[in-house]
């Protein structure tokens, strides 16, 4: 009878699964390390695994000069990769912090301690500006009164999060997915531009859209594909955004420089073409 060859990945059972959902909202992006890259899966220490059953790790391997990452898990004694969680980030080590928040974001999990993301500066960056340094250009916890009867603050992940009046965030239990969340009623942010037209963030772009209001007061929208979507109107967009777009456009060197044409859209109202220009105004096109 031929032996029995060893799986070389862990498949998640249900039961499994939930436990191994509890790992990532729990595991911390931001203190997660590393003693060396080598051939066979080494786990990363530092994320805090506590509130979950089994014993979880970021796994990693350099294959050939590419860096490999996955989610181990023990089995049997060994540590196995679970399924469908090993990547190829190529010939670049890869951010470990940045690799768990990926893993969180592919498993839809609203983590505890998101990824903390410092905002590049310079000495003089802002000097002389609003008299107040680079006041408003790096992300601060600021809560805000919402619409639905609580609290809420911007996080660093430019999302709504419900807090309490001090802004200790809420987490509560979605009932369709069984996931811990800050958001879940799913409010989208809505801002305004110079030219008080309303829109949202998709996938770091502005779109427009027009605010309505249900029978309780509180505002929606339909987005562009039809779907009604519950909104909190913020007003201007907050400094740190407009100052992590330019940080991104520019490869994190704190000053805008265009490197490619503007994106073009379409106010709905009027059919005219217009872009949003590097200090966030809409100007036609």
Avoid at 145 to 165: K, N, V
Avoid at 171 to 190: A, D, F
Avoid at 203 to 212: A, I, K, N, V
Wanted: charged fraction near 25%; charge should be positive; glycine fraction near 10%.
């Amino acid at each position: 009878m031929p032996k029995a060859s060893r799986p070389e990945t862990f498949v998640l059972s249900k039961t499994d699964r939930k436990d191994f959902l509890l790992y990532l909202e729990y595991a911390n992006p931001n203190y997660i390390s590393l003693t060396a890259w080598g051939v066979q899966w080494e786990a990363a220490h530092g994320e805090t695994r506590s509130a979950s059953k089994h014993t979880y790790h970021v796994g990693c391997r350099l294959v050939q000069q590419h860096y490999q990452t996955c989610i181990l898990v023990g089995a049997g004694g060994a540590k196995l990769p679970i399924d469908g969680t090993i990547i190829d980030w190529g010939t670049s080590a890869p951010d470990l912090g940045e690799a768990l928040a990926h893993y969180q974001k592919m498993f839809k999990v609203q983590p505890l301690n998101p990824l903390k993301r410092p905002e590049p500066r310079r000495d003089n960056d802002d000097e002389g500006r609003d008299g107040g340094g680079s006041s408003g250009r790096t992300w601060t916890k600021q809560v805000y009164r919402d619409d639905y009867g609580g609290y809420y603050y911007i996080g660093q992940d430019e999302e709504y999060h419900q807090c309490d009046a001090k802004g200790k965030e809420i987490q509560s239990t979605e009932k369709n997915t069984g996931y811990r969340t800050s958001n879940p009623y799913h409010i989208v942010l809505v801002f305004s531009n110079a030219q008080k037209q309303t829109y949202y963030q998709r996938h770091g772009q502005p779109e427009l859209c027009s605010l309505r209001k249900h029978s309780s007061g509180t505002y929606y929208f339909v987005d562009y594909k039809g779907r009604e979507c519950n909104a909190q109107y913020v007003g201007s967009q907050p400094r740190w955004m407009n100052r992590k777009a330019i940080s991104q456009s520019t490869g994190g060197q704190g000053s805008y420089t265009q490197t490619s044409k503007p994106t073009f859209l379409t106010d709905p109202k009027t059919g005219k073409p217009y872009y949003i220009d590097k200090y966030g105004k809409a100007c036609w096109a």
